[in-house]
C-alpha cells in the first residue's frame, strides 16, 4: 500500500515533468521560427513569447536570458554512443573519436538549417561565448573531457595545452559551419570538418 501511495504521489511530478519539457521546446521552436524567418535582431523575448504563446513569466521560469534559451538547442543534438567515446587505444583512435563528435554536430546542424545557423552563429549571440556560456552538453565540452582522459591515461601527449586545443578546434569547428551558411548549405560540410580537423590533430599529437 506504501508502494502504491508512493506511486502516486510519482505521478504528479511526472506529468509536471512532461509538461516542463513540451513548454520549453516550444520556446525554442519559437525561437527557431523566428531566427530562420525574422534574423537575429527580431529575437526579443517578447517576440519569443508571443510566437510560443507563453508569458514572460514561464519564459524566465525556463532560461535566464534570450542567450541562454539559444544555449539550450545544443541539448537537442543527436545522442552519441557512449563505448566511441570511451578512452581510445591510441591517439589515432582519439582524432577518429573527436572527428565523430563533430560530424555527429554537422548532422545537427543540417538538421536544423542554414537559416538558424547563420543567425544563431553571430557576435551578438552571448550563449557562443565559452567564457558565460551555461554547463550543456556542447561539442566541446565532450572533447575537452574525452582529451583529458586520454592524457591522464598517457595514451596522447599533445605538444599544446588542452586549453588551446580546444580553442583552436572551437575556431575552426566555427569557420567550417560559418563556410556552409556563406555558401547555403553547398558546401561538403562533414568532408571539410573531417579534413580540418583531421589535419589539425595531426600537428598536435
Known amino acids: 500500500m506504501n508502494q502504491m501511495s508512493s506511486d502516486i504521489e ?12 513540451e513548454t520549453k521546446a516550444r520556446i525554442f521552436h519559437a525561437a527557431k521560427t523566428i531566427l530562420q524567418k525574422q534574423g537575429y535582431d527580431q529575437l526579443s523575448i517578447k517576440n519569443i513569447c508571443d510566437e ?27 545522442s552519441i554512443n557512449p563505448d566511441l567515446l570511451d578512452t581510445p587505444e591510441d591517439a589515432d583512435e582519439a582524432k577518429i573519436g573527436i572527428i565523430h563528435v563533430y560530424l555527429n554536430y554537422a548532422q545537427y546542424c543540417r538538421e536544423l538549417g542554414v537559416e538558424f545557423m547563420s543567425n544563431y552563429y553571430t557576435p551578438r549571440n552571448q550563449a557562443l561565448n565559452p567564457t558565460i556560456r551555461t554547463e550543456r552538453p556542447y561539442p566541446i565540452l565532450t572533447v575537452e573531457n574525452y582529451l583529458r582522459k586520454a592524457i591522464d591515461a598517457g595514451i596522447i601527449a599533445p605538444k599544446i595545452s ?44
Request: net charge negative; hydrophobic share 30%.
Open 10 to 21: 510519482k505521478e504528479p511530478l511526472s506529468r509536471q515533468q512532461k509538461k516542463s519539457k
Open 52 to 78: 510560443a504563446g507563453v508569458s514572460n513569466g514561464s519564459f524566465y521560469h525556463h532560461f535566464k536570458t534570450k542567450d541562454d534559451l539559444l544555449s539550450y538547442y545544443i541539448e537537442e543534438q543527436p
Open 162 to 205: 588542452l586549453d588551446e586545443i580546444c580553442t583552436d578546434i572551437r575556431m575552426l569547428v566555427i569557420g567550417n559551419v560559418f563556410e556552409w551558411c556563406l555558401h547555403n548549405g553547398e558546401t561538403d560540410f562533414e568532408g571539410n570538418i573531417r579534413r580540418s580537423i583531421g589535419h589539425y590533430l595531426d600537428g598536435i599529437f
